[in-house]
């Protein structure tokens, strides 16, 4: 007879290969809409370009050879691909500072939601969710219209007698900065939100009556208990900075383009299908290294304070 260590073994397998099955056609849904296409992408990276914008089934690494170094068309020396490099440079860049500035920005937004009577927070939420009802490219149109020549900066700048020219943003690397921030601002306040709403605020009144300082207890009770929220809210607004393209291709003007843009670039003009793919995987690891750093930082000093 079979003892009943072996029965619930068995029971426990039964209800493994259940969840399996039952899970199944989510998986193969997963696979097919989501890895599927990167699969696709990374054997791309791998062909030949074609004489004519095709792609010939061929085993090359000149796509990936072709993301760092290019080939001189006259003597066929090498050197670094200094556009690649500076459109990847400006990217990270432009992301970091984005999500540094989203959390500035996003911080005091949420702790001042989340100090509101409870009756009426959801209407500051509600507030905060309204940019998502319009299109990403109407957002972007609009602050066109706020920072160009004779945009309402300009002119209440102008009005205020503190320039006498317009300043020219449009077109230059503020003016990319300036309109992620408006467009992700909102994905890095609702989880500071959902973190301080969770805060308990007595013991924000047990630091003051220790006698810390306000930056004190910022530093030392407020920060540290909404360290989730600070990294959801950091991965939510890098990872789409990082692969911005209707931003950088309206505000930018085409001339400083990011990584977006220069994939859509390489399968579009430029027909270089091997090289769009070898960059679409390189901004795919470059999440992923992001996602690792975070997650590991975020674990860490969850472990400190445990």
Sequence with gaps: MASAADVARQEEGRKIRSRWLLSAPALVIVFIAAIGPLLVMLAYSFMTKGDYGDVKPAFSLDGWFSVLFQRDMFDDTLSLADAHLSIVWRSV??????????????????????????????VWVFLVTIPFWTNLLIRTFAMQQVIRNEGILNSLLIWLGIIREPLQIMYTDWAILFGMVYVY????????????????????????????????????????LVKPGIVAGSILVFIPSLGAYVIPRVLGGGKNLM????????????RNWPLGAALSITLMVLVMVAMLFYVRNAARSGGGHG
């Design 93 to 122: 860049r432009l992301s970091v500072i984005t999500t540094f500035a989203t959390l500035v920005l996003g911080f005091p937004t949420a702790y001042f939601i989340a100090t509101r009577p409870r009756n009426t927070r959801e």
């Design 185 to 224: 601002l909102p994905l890095m306040v609702l989880p500071l939100y959902a973190s301080l709403e969770k805060l308990d605020f007595r013991l924000i009144e047990a630091g003051y009556d220790l006698y810390a300082g306000r930056l004190a207890v910022l530093r030392r009770i407020i920060l540290p």
């Design 259 to 270: 990584l977006g843009n220069l994939i859509e670039l390489q399968f579009g003009s430029g």
